[in-house]
């Protein structure tokens, strides 16, 4: 019995490509942004159905599985409604109209009943009734599962990255496998640090990806004022911007910082090319993280291909698609438990 995939949301493919490289076979992505089509296809060879996820009927899922296999659905639902910044402001998102999608993949759990099943979200999801609700949906459906926040440099990922993963099963109890890594081992320095020397506003002409935006003249005078692990308390005062002098913005002391070599990352969000949105100033060039330096703190191969040659280069899709993803190496992380967990049932691999 073979043992088949799924991935719902998928987006250009990180869950996919970790899959992938723990040894399973993934057959189908969905999702219903046709930018990342081309990216999650060309570096995965896997097909992408450009679909609303809400429209996805189990029956079809059903047809792309392989008579006689162990059938394994993965489902990362967006997770900007639960996302810290919102329970910040009071509670996620209930009008958003992302919030109820976790349900959908439950919807699509009952409908198809596949053997094992894997989500992973922010760990705020844990609060929400539609966690809750999903919850009841696996437990009705007889469903064992381990649920944890995962610290992202246990597993080597480097990147202060907090995630939150469910894994299930109907074959008795799953868990994720132990942590890989020291995280006082895991630093930035042996992820970028052979990369060629950029300057802002330039881009490698042997990697496309590999490029950083450019500065206006004040940020290149703040990006040099910075240290690495500093704040914006180290550039003089006439560097400082106006919101930084308030109370209200005090607080905010890793925008426009600097990286470190020998510590781990900032969580890569989707803005990690701008240098004021985060500790996203390199450690020693004067510039923001390139993308090629933003896939690869989220463990994307080195030459994982981003740009659709029929659509042209567009950064801020490609630094959406790359903050978005899940790091390449959580999901392996997920495929090799879900690879322990069968051959633990002797279910043929």
């Given amino acids: 019995m073979p043992v088949q995939a799924i991935d719902l949301f998928c987006g250009v ?30 570096n995965n060879h896997v097909p992408y159905h ?26 990362c639902a967006p997770c900007q409604p639960f996302s810290q910044m919102r329970f910040k402001m009071g509670q996620a998102n209930i ?9 959908e993949f439950g919807r699509l759990i009952e409908e198809t009943h596949p053997d094992v099943i894997s989500m992973e979200n922010v760990p705020q ?10 919850i009841a949906l696996l437990e009705r459906n007889h469903y064992h599962y381990n649920a944890q926040v995962v610290y992202c440099p246990n597993y080597g990922i480097p990147q ?38 950029l300057e802002a506003g330039a881009v490698n002409p042997d990697d496309p990806l590999h490029r950083s935006s450019a500065l206006s003249q004040i940020n290149l005078q703040r990006i040099r004022a910075s240290v690495p692990g500093g704040t914006w308390h180290d ?26 070599w020998e510590q781990i990352g900032p969580t890569i969000t989707t803005q990690f090319y701008n240098y004021g949105t985060g500790r ?25 291909d981003f740009v659709d040659p029929e659509r042209g280069f567009v950064m801020r899709d490609i630094s959406r698609h790359i903050g978005n993803a899940v790091p390449v190496r959580l999901g392996q992380v997920i495929g090799l438990s879900i690879i322990g967990h069968l051959q633990e049932n002797n279910i043929e691999i």
């Fill in 13 to 42: 493919g990180g869950l996919t490509c970790g899959l992938i490289q723990a040894g399973i076979n993934v057959v189908a992505g969905f999702d219903l942004d046709p930018t990342c089509q081309y990216a999650y296809e060309h």
């Fill in 50 to 75: 450009i679909r609303n996820v809400r429209e996805v009927l189990g029956g079809e899922l059903n047809n792309l599985y392989n008579d006689n296999t162990t059938r394994v659905l993965v489902g």
């Fill in 95 to 103: 009008n958003d109209e992302k919030y109820n999608l976790l349900l």
């Fill in 125 to 134: 999801i844990r609060e929400t009734d539609v966690y809750r609700e999903f």
């Fill in 160 to 197: 202060t990255r907090r995630r939150f993963v469910l894994v299930g099963s109907q074959l008795g109890q799953i868990e994720l496998i132990a942590p890989t890594h020291n995280p006082q081992n895991v630093h930035v320095r042996d992820f970028i640090a052979d990369l060629p020397a």
């Fill in 235 to 260: 550039w003089p005062e006439e560097l400082r911007c106006a919101c930084h002098k308030k109370d209200s913005g005090t607080t905010y002391a890793s925008v426009y910082g600097r990286m470190t």
């Fill in 280 to 304: 996203f100033g390199h450690p020693q060039q004067d510039r923001a993280l390139s993308l090629r330096e933003g896939a690869i703190l989220q463990t994307f191969p080195r030459d994982y």
